[in-house]
């Protein structure tokens, strides 16, 4: 797979603050895959985002093409948990990569950055905007394969990217729906700052969601947008 890689602080794949699946048969930790072992696994990665997301196939190269640049960004992080074993539903073999997150540092010329940079502050203005964005982790996909749900594997992988970050927040987007990704992400924290928002060529809302860093799971002043906590 490659050899792991610290970034942004010290990494602690057991630390108490974050870790829940210790218990969970046969499912590994998450553990953290170097840039060149996370796209050596493009193609197992790609596969759970396919499974989770339901998507049409035919977008995958797209979709490839993205998370292999996001891979050159500075701060990039990415978390893989593996199965020892089959579950119901879920791929066979020894070793399946059956979830994965990454993320990295926000930065101006981004795509996503820019697109809710303009949206937040035409909305909220730009102080409040800059509060969030410019010192900020972007955790930009979060995906479980859904023979693996209900197990605390995506919370742990939230955590676990932002676990000994430097940056002051946070930042995401997710469906604008009452899922149960967005109800994770409001349990470890984040609050909405954008809602019903559609990034450009697409129709679905999306709610983009910000967290004070270190994230305080259960703390419910860790969920204010306010920029005055800083």
């Not at 796209?39 to 998507?55: G, H, I, Q």
């Not at 729906?177 to 349990?187: E, I, K, T």
């Not at 019903?196 to 060529?201: E, Q, R, S, V």
Request: glycine share 12%; net charge positive.
């Amino acid at each position: 797979m490659g050899r792991t890689k610290k970034l942004n602080g010290p990494w602690r794949p057991a630390g108490p603050a974050w870790h829940t699946l210790a218990a969970v048969p046969g499912i590994t930790s998450p553990r953290e895959l170097s840039r060149d072992a996370f796209v050596a696994e493009l193609d197992a990665l790609t596969a759970v985002y396919l499974a989770a997301m339901r998507s049409d196939p035919a977008q995958l190269p797209g979709r490839r093409s993205i998370m292999e640049r996001h891979a050159t960004y500075d701060g990039f992080r990415a978390l893989a948990v593996t199965a020892d074993a089959a579950g119901p539903g879920a791929p066979g073999g020894h070793g399946q990569i059956v979830a994965f997150s990454y993320g990295f540092r926000g930065a101006g010329g981004q795509w996503w950055h820019d697109v809710v940079s303009t949206a937040l502050t035409a909305r909220s203005g730009r102080a409040l905007a800059a509060a969030w964005l410019a010192d900020s982790l972007e955790i930009a996909e979060v995906h479980v394969h859904p023979g693996f749900h209900r197990r605390g594997i995506g919370r742990s992988l939230v955590l676990g990217l932002a676990e000994g970050r430097r940056e002051r927040t946070a930042v995401l987007s997710t469906q604008d729906a009452d899922s149960p990704a967005r109800r994770l992400y409001r349990g470890v924290g984040f609050a909405d700052l954008l809602t019903g928002y559609c990034f450009p060529g697409t129709p679905v809302p999306y709610a983009v969601m910000g967290a004070a860093l270190p994230l305080r799971p259960g703390d419910a002043a860790a969920r204010s947008p306010s920029p005055s906590r800083w």
